[in-house]
């Protein structure tokens, strides 16, 4: 199907399934803007998806998703260019061994997995809804698990790599779900999706052992994209929203994630801190 006339913007298009979901819907005919936080990796692997995929119109922008100023610039850079947006996709993610800080001194992989893509999605919001009908795209894993940590959201005690990690996926399905329930009758659908374990660079600060995992037990992240191209692209689909998709089929997951009120007032906490 011909993606011909949309614009998609992804987030982290570098390497793994967002680099395969650029090219897959690149192929399909859409702009793809895709973000990269080198600005010199960013465009050989511009040029790159162009060659592969006969589609000139492939843009790149710099983005570090660690700092609000720089997702900020982005977002303005982007509308500079463009008037619409059909779809976005929250794809860039992050699992680190260590606790690290982003540059606005919130823990990374909370800034980056989940607020970050709070706050580009609220800053392109008015032109989805402009566009639409558009759709959102966000990113979360099987691993989500447990309940918010709103006692202390960026562990600042008892941080495990995975647990973290675990975490913020689940506050990016509560948020889809919370999203989707304040964009009914926009025509901007969200949603989003476990791609499943694949081989790519997601393990390679989490230590020697998950990243010998991820190698050794995970699919292509070429297979691993069929969802995220699915989401973006396939009209039975249009007006599902606020579910959580595995290998392109909406699935029930665990009953702490349908906690509206938990999503609330992660929403309140999450607009405080991106301001
Ligand atoms: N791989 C899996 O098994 C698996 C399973 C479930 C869910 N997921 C999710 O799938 C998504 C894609 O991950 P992947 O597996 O393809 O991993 P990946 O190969 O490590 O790709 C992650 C992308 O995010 C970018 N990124 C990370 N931190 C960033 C930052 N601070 N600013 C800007 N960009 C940043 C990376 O940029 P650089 O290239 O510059 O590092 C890269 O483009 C993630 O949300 C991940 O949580 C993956």
Known sequence: MSMDGKTVLITGATSGIGKETAKGIASLGATVVFTTRDKERGEKIRQTLIHETRNPNIEVLFCDLASFESIRKCSEEFLQKHDTLQVLMNNAGVVDYHRRISKDGIENMFAVNYLAPFLLTNLLLETLKKSAPARIVNLTSGLHSG???????????????????????????????????????????????????????????????????????????????????????????ETITGEYFEKNTVKKTKPETYDMVAARKLWDISANLVK
Not at 150 to 176: C, P, R
Not at 199 to 208: E, F, I, K, P, Y
Request: hydrophobic share 45%; proline share 3%.
């Open 147 to 237: 309940t918010i940590h709103f006692e202390d959201l960026q562990f600042n005690t008892g941080f495990s790599g995975m647990k973290v990690y675990a975490h913020s996926k689940l506050a990016i399905i509560l948020w889809t779900r919370l999203l989707a329930e304040k964009l009914k009758g926009t025509g901007v659908t969200v949603n989003c999706l476990n791609p499943g374990m694949s081989r790519t660079n997601l393990g390679r600060d989490a230590g020697w052992f998950s990243a010998k995992m991820f190698q050794l037990l995970g699919k292509a992240p070429s297979v691993a994209a069929h969802t995220l191209i699915y989401l973006a692209s396939a009209p039975e689909i």
